[in-house]
């Protein structure tokens, strides 16, 4: 059976009590937790727990409320610059004679600014694999080093992008 209306609120005062000390740094097993009416440390401990999963699953309820809206609004614009993107507008000459036929670009621009912005909404790109590789592509050396090997790595991996004098942000122009 669902708790009371007050039993709800005796629980989120007492919760909000215990997020307070414990961002205080008070330990669970300090009087001033357990004078909140926790029998244990443990039971503290499960209650803050509790407490933190209820807050996220409304985040997430917020979360997707939001990316829904957005969605909808994507939707709106999509529809509104769809026509202007796909249908050939007729190209005439001066004297009115139709000569060709041109998609307005700006709007196939637009189209496609906006279906990137719903990808990355709904986390539909594949995300970017990145690997990082020693010398020669090979394995990093890793083990205590020293600072000059330390050095001597950064200029590896700094030498495996080609700057000219004016890129490089280091302040050596001497290179």
Known sequence: MPWSKLKQ???AVRRTA??????????????????????????ARSDLKRALEAHRDEERAEVSV???????????????????????????NKEGDIV????????VDTVLRLMDRRAKLNGLDMPVKT?????????VPLGAGTLTELSQLIDIAGSAVSTTPAEDTRGDSDQ
Do not use: C, F, H
């Open 66 to 92: 939001y990316r829904q809206q957005e969605n909808e609004r994507l939707d709106a614009l999509l529809e509104a610059a769809w026509p202007a993107a796909t249908t050939p507008k007729p190209i005439r």
């Open 9 to 11: 609120d005796e629980v």
């Open 100 to 107: 060709g036929e041109e998609i307005d670009m700006r709007a």
């Open 131 to 139: 690997e990082v590789s020693g010398p020669d592509g090979g394995a």
């Open 18 to 43: 215990l997020l307070k000390l414990r961002r205080e740094g008070i330990r669970y097993d300090d009087e001033r937790i357990l004078n909140l009416g926790y029998n244990s440390p443990a039971t």
